[in-house]
């Protein structure tokens, strides 16, 4: 793909890139930004859940200082006889080095957001898979719409081909004097009929086509062609919606409700760890020196070291808490009233695919039948306008008729498709996606 985007924008390839539906969504999967950016956030996450399981480890840090006392401290002791005698403490320099560490032993807190973290990278995973699911569906839709206006301009200029050749046989016809102006005029008109639909078609290939390259992330400047008809997914409908499962275990909307609300339950245990002391144990280790006038000389190091255990536990924060887990588990309720609901309205959404599906099979076996006695029809009315037992209106209207049971057919067709790739996206059971 890479090598193809370069060749593109050096102009160095002329034909067309031709490309199947299993092709497109794969590419799109690798180069669409909406995924790109996805990665990158579930990435970010791990970094974040990596930062606060490192509050776990010890806490080390390293200390230096240098004070230049301008005036000493002077401290006074009593002499016993009514007198005080001052005394001056400390020297010209002072020097403190050293390293301290914490290392949290009891911190239920920490434990409880470490768990937080942990479910806040499964709803980002579940958002990334939310958007590959979606991302298939649009690209599935938009090839099959890509199909849909291709096969619908080869049906139209076979059509318009067929008025080209009945307006010739005409002027031929009106060259030798055995048919009128009138014939000649109407048999053009026909023709002429026919070319917006064309144009119109040609130009919604083109829209189709850039928006498929905007969702697989292409260069706009390279062309593409679909390598597949919609008569080509005809063969493997009936078994696909035999073996199509219903249950909405996989939909993203429920897994990601279900992921907010143990994400607000995982909250009440945090704010509820906060009522729990915490212990850590703490060491320390510094190097001390004082000395007079010059501060690069006359250093008198000594040495101090220190451990110890830490206990902290809140008493009481003026009802912070226990409101702060109160509003924690009212949106969890809001949220299984939601999940309710989505759920209820998912199932509607599932039986609506399902009934267009079965009501799409149904139009394509009405209207494949429609194709053949059409095309039937059509042959006879041929074979009878040319020697001449029939006019040129009932060959017309034969024709007219061919050209829209051939259109009815691929839009059957292509609304079983649409069907069949949303009610995939709303069970979220997309095997791209996993």
């Not at 768990?115 to 980002?124: A, C, R």
């Not at 063969?235 to 429920?254: A, G, P």
Request: a neutral charge; one cysteine or more; hydrophobic letters at 40%.
């Amino acid at each position: 793909m890479a090598l193809l985007l370069a060749s593109a924008a050096w102009g160095q390839i002329t034909a067309p890139l031709r490309l199947s539906l299993d092709q497109c969504i794969r590419i799109a999967l690798n180069e669409n930004p909406t995924i790109k950016v996805d990665s990158m956030e579930i990435e970010r996450v791990n970094y974040a859940l990596k930062e606060v399981k490192g509050q776990l480890l010890p806490q080390v840090t390293a200390t230096g200082q240098y004070t230049r006392n301008l005036a000493l401290q002077t401290m006074y002791m009593d002499a016993g006889d009514g007198n005080s005698v001052g005394i001056k403490m400390g020297r010209d320099n002072t020097y403190n080095a050293g390293f301290s560490a914490t290392l949290p032993l009891v911190v239920p807190q920490l434990w409880r957001t470490i768990k937080l973290n942990e479910n806040q990278i499964l709803q980002n995973i579940e958002k990334s898979r939310a958007n590959k699911i979606s991302l298939v569906n649009q690209v599935k839709n938009a090839y099959y719409a890509l199909l849909l206006a291709d096969d619908s301009r080869r049906v139209i200029e076979a059509s318009h081909a067929t008025a080209q050749e009945h307006a010739s046989i005409y002027q031929k016809q009106y060259e030798l004097g055995t048919a009128s102006e009138y014939d000649v005029l109407r048999a053009n008109v026909a023709v002429t009929n026919l070319e917006p639909s064309i144009l119109e078609a040609e130009n919604s290939i083109k829209l189709l086509k850039l928006q498929l390259k905007v969702l697989m992330g292409m260069d706009a400047r390279l062309e593409i062609e679909p390598s597949q008809h919609l008569d080509e997914f005809k063969s493997t409908m009936y078994d696909r919606t035999l073996s199509t499962d219903t249950s909405l275990v996989h939909n993203t909307t429920l897994k990601t409700l279900d992921l907010q609300t143990d994400y607000l339950n995982k909250v009440v245990d945090v704010q509820r760890a906060a009522w729990l002391p915490t212990l850590s144990a703490t060491g320390s280790m510094m190097w001390h020196s004082m000395g007079n006038g010059n501060p690069l000389k006359n250093f008198q190091w000594t040495r101090s070291s220190a451990v110890g255990i830490t206990l902290s536990w809140p008493v009481f924060t003026g009802f912070q808490r226990k409101n702060k887990i109160k509003q924690a588990q009212i949106q969890a309720g809001e949220m299984r009233w939601q999940r309710e609901n989505a759920e209820r309205s998912l199932h509607m959404q599932v039986q609506s695919q399902v009934d267009n599906i079965h009501k799409s099979l149904k139009q394509i076996e009405s209207n494949s039948g429609g194709v053949a006695m059409a095309e039937k029809a059509n042959d006879i009315m041929q074979k009878s306008f040319k020697v001449g037992a029939a006019s040129f209106i009932q060959l017309r209207d034969t024709d007219d008729a061919l050209m829209s049971a051939r259109l009815s057919y691929y839009q059957a067709i292509y609304n079983y498709l649409v069907a069949e790739s949303d009610l995939e996206f709303v069970l979220g059971n997309s095997n791209y996606a996993n």
